[in-house]
């Protein structure tokens, strides 16, 4: 009977609160309340709402920089949402431009915190707003949060670090640096269609490093490196290999030693991301789909990294995990879908 009170008091503030400001996501903030802040503990969670009932969209580590908007009764400050935060859209209302980019279809739509309706508003968008794509569900698109997209966090939890331009330009360049990224990696696809010699790889490693020496801050820097470490070991000399004068009939051939791709069906399909930097972790990266990690991978015969940030097939051994209770998998042979 308590709890049944208690969510129906929680209810009842929440609708005065909505309809005396319109929506969370869309308050209006004066320049000067805005300014550059900084986390100043480990898993902090950013929340959909000024409060502890709201989703979490993402946790954040100490020392990350954040836009500040503004505060909520003097206990939580209003956020730009960062980057790499939950955010999704109805496919009905986005025109998919490619695997990469859609375009907004009608007035108002909601950004929701989660792959339903029943997932709080973070923002709202309109036609020719552009979003970045990260993983098409069903009937919901992740996507990268737009600019008028926001969360929440307790005040505890942040300090000021200076104006809101230096966190503004900051994250331009950040954004530039994806941009070229995303040019360097379709001049590179286009050139190998054309079947441009292997010695002539020197213009694709050229733009990676333009982005290695001009955006160090930019998630780009380290995707570009791993770049030009695959293009420089595809242009090294290959050494041959000695000559076998003997044969051993009696040992089995192991087919996972050998990367091809194998003719059963795989053994799971999403998107590949890093894993992060955590003590103890269960595998080197993760395989996401519909915005949720699924397994963990690992592997000595593959290079993951390659495969980054791209929509896969993965075959390998599925392992539960005693450090996790998401499972891994050993990773044999990897096929990139995109």
């Known amino acids: 009977m308590k709890k049944t009170i208690d969510l129906i008091l929680i209810s009842l503030i929440f609708g005065l609160i909505v309809s005396s400001s319109g929506s969370w996501c869309i308050a209006q903030v004066t320049d000067e309340n805005s300014y550059s802040g900084i986390i100043i503990a480990d898993s902090v969670n950013l929340r959909s709402g000024p409060g502890v009932n709201f989703e979490i969209l993402r946790k954040i580590n100490k020392g990350n920089s954040v836009l500040v908007l ?9 956020l730009s949402l960062p980057r790499n935060s939950n955010a999704f859209i109805h496919k009905d209302f986005v025109q998919v431009e490619n695997n990469i980019f859609g375009v907004i279809t009608a007035k108002r739509v909601n950004v929701r915190a989660g792959e339903g309706t029943n997932f709080n508003v973070i923002g709202q968008l309109n036609p020719e707003n552009r979003v970045e794509i990260i993983l098409k ?7 990268y949060p737009y600019t008028n997209c926001f969360a929440w966090v307790h005040k505890d ?10 966190y503004i330009d900051s994250e331009a360049k950040k954004r530039e640096g994806l941009k070229l990224l995303i040019e360097a990696e379709t001049f590179e696809k286009q050139s190998k269609a054309a ?22 801050q930019s998630p780009a820097n380290e995707i ?8 420089t070991k595809s242009i090294m000399p290959i050494k041959k290999p000695a000559i076998q004068t003997k044969v051993n009939l009696e040992k089995p051939i192991n087919k996972k030693e050998i990367l091809v791709q194998p003719n059963t069906k795989p053994d799971a399909q999403g998107k590949i991301t890093e894993a992060g930097k955590f003590f103890n972790r269960p595998g080197t990266h993760r395989l996401v789909k519909h915005g949720r990690t699924h397994y963990f991978l690992k592997s000595d015969k593959v290079d993951i990294n390659a495969f980054t940030y791209h929509q896969v097939q993965v075959w390998g051994k599925i392992k539960s995990s005693k450090k996790s209770k998401i499972p891994i998998i050993e990773v044999d042979f990897i096929k990139k879908l995109n």
């Open 70 to 78: 503004g505060t909520v009764n003097n206990e939580w400050v209003k």
């Open 137 to 143: 569900g069903k009937d919901w698109l992740q996507v």
């Open 157 to 166: 939890f942040i300090k000021k670090s200076g104006p809101a331009k230096s």
């Open 195 to 216: 079947e441009i010699n292997s010695k002539d790889l020197s213009p694709i490693i050229q733009k990676y490093k333009v982005i290695i020496r001009d955006y160090a």
């Open 224 to 231: 570009a490196r791993r770049h030009i470490n695959r293009l």
